[in-house]
């Protein structure tokens, strides 16, 4: 693998939600189009990717039902109210739900990269289980978490993740801190799709 400029997908994920950072904290709120953000998410597969089985469930397959989506649908809150009067919002494959659970999966990222810059040494675990148990542990059965706790015995180590990543410890730092900071009001503009529609996000 080379390490070329286009080759360093952490610089990608932090900067398609850089992107997204403007409609995000608009008053009131613009609408983001379905494209430009399932794109950006599409970015962050990548990253689960290379965290290996442990993240086999998070590696985003709904992103490809958004990116689907926005061939027809425009905008995120367009998408949301069609499901809404279709009666469909709620069900399994809609693209309102796989919306929410592509939104925990940059709740997670968001708090691994939290978690990561303020971990010692060079295992990523502990910074994988608190972001999992955070997100992602709540909605899950039994099996899952298992499956997941036992993954997590097989995650790269920080330095080798960061090598697949083509970053150095002090760049990786920079464009982590860079997602952190731009995907909360992306997070926080999703959320507020589900809540002033009163859907929820419990489910």
Request: charged share 25%; net charge neutral; glycine share 6%.
């Amino acid at each position: 693998m080379g390490s070329s400029e286009g080759d360093k997908p952490l610089r990608r994920i932090a900067a398609s939600f850089e992107e997204l950072v403007a409609v995000a904290k608009q008053q009131p709120p613009g609408a983001m189009e379905v494209g430009s953000f399932a794109r950006a998410c599409s970015n962050v597969s990548v990253l689960f990717g290379c965290l290996g089985i442990a993240f086999k469930f998070a590696e985003m397959d709904y992103v490809d039902d958004l990116l689907e989506a926005s061939k027809s649908i425009a905008k995120l809150p367009e998408m949301v109210e069609l499901d809404i009067q279709k009666g469909t919002a709620r069900q399994a494959g809609s693209h309102t739900r796989n919306l929410l659970r592509v939104k925990r999966g940059i709740d997670m990222v968001k708090i691994l990269f939290e978690q990561i810059l303020v971990t010692e040494g060079n295992s990523l675990r502990d910074a994988a289980s608190k972001a999992y148990a955070q997100v992602f542990a709540p909605h899950h059965g039994w099996a899952i978490r298992k499956a997941v706790a036992a993954g997590m015995y097989a995650l790269p180590s920080k330095s080798q993740l960061l090598k697949k990543l083509n970053e150095d410890e002090n760049s990786a730092k920079v464009q982590m801190q860079t997602f952190i900071r731009a995907s909360g009001p992306v997070i926080l503009y999703v959320e507020d799709l589900f809540t002033s529609r009163n859907l929820g996000m419990d489910w």
